[in-house]
């Protein structure tokens, strides 16, 4: 079992800044994709953003230009970088893993941390 604890969230005006950051440990053999997912009140859970193992990204549009992320293979570590926050990114913001076990790949969630962003 892989465990993923995230931290970093918090309540910010809008245009400020936060780090989220989210430790995998446990059973780890390779992991593969990194992610973070958002979660307003009453809204479905979406991608934020997503790395891979070698670097490629992809963003929501919603957070281009904005919003950062990037992973520390050797601490198995996944950031986001947040600036210019706006009161629309508040939600519980999610990091999601995804193992390369030799019996078949395995995705992982956090348990989720608060971002709210008040105008």
């Known amino acids: 079992q892989v465990q993923l604890v995230e931290s970093g969230g918090g309540s910010v005006q809008a245009g400020g800044s936060l780090r989220l950051s989210c430790a995998a440990s446990?059973?780890?053999?390779?992991?593969?994709?990194m992610a973070w997912y958002r979660q307003a009140p009453g809204k479905q859970r979406d991608l934020v953003a997503l790395?891979?193992?070698?670097?490629?990204?992809t963003y929501a549009n919603s957070v281009k230009g904005r919003f950062t992320i990037s992973r520390d293979n050797a601490e198995n570590t996944v950031y986001l970088q947040m600036n210019s926050l706006k009161p629309e990114d508040t939600a519980v913001y999610y990091c999601?893993?995804?193992?390369?076990?030799?019996?078949?790949?395995?995705?992982?969630w956090g348990q989720g941390t608060q971002v709210t962003v008040s105008s």
């Open positions: 999601k893993a995804d193992d390369l076990h030799p019996g078949g790949p395995r995705r992982y």
């Open positions: 790395l891979t193992r070698d670097g490629k990204t």
């Open positions: 446990g059973s780890i053999f390779r992991l593969n994709a």
